[in-house]
Every structure is written in C-alpha cells, then in structure tokens.
C-alpha cells in the first residue's frame, strides 16, 4: 500500500525530478522511500544525520 506526500524542493531540484523518465521517478521514489524510513527510525538525531551528509557533500565537493 502506498500514500502520496507533498515535499517542498528548490525549483532545480523539482524540475529535474519532473522531466525524468518515469521509471527513474520509480528508483527516486523506492530510494526516497527508504532514506525517510531509516532517518525517522535511526537512534541517531536528525541533526547529527544532517551534519553527516553535509560534510560528506562537502567532502566530494
């Protein structure tokens, strides 16, 4: 069973998304899915997650 959520994005962001194949929409879901469910049950802080991935993109950068 699935449910429909509105999430706002940056204008970029939303566009890309929107002119994506719609089987890449699928994978960005399935892993959208599962990011929000590992982050929401973590033990961890949202913050400290947050942080984590904000020195890993600044890292890549």
Request: aromatic share 6%.
């Amino acid at each position: 069973m699935t449910t429909t959520i509105t999430i706002p994005l940056d204008v970029d962001t939303a566009r890309l998304y929107s002119q994506a194949p719609a089987d890449l929409q699928r994978k960005f879901q399935l892993l959208l899915n599962l990011w929000l469910r590992d982050f929401i049950v973590s033990p961890r802080s949202l913050q400290v997650i947050i942080d984590e991935v904000s020195q890993k993109h600044r890292s890549a950068a």
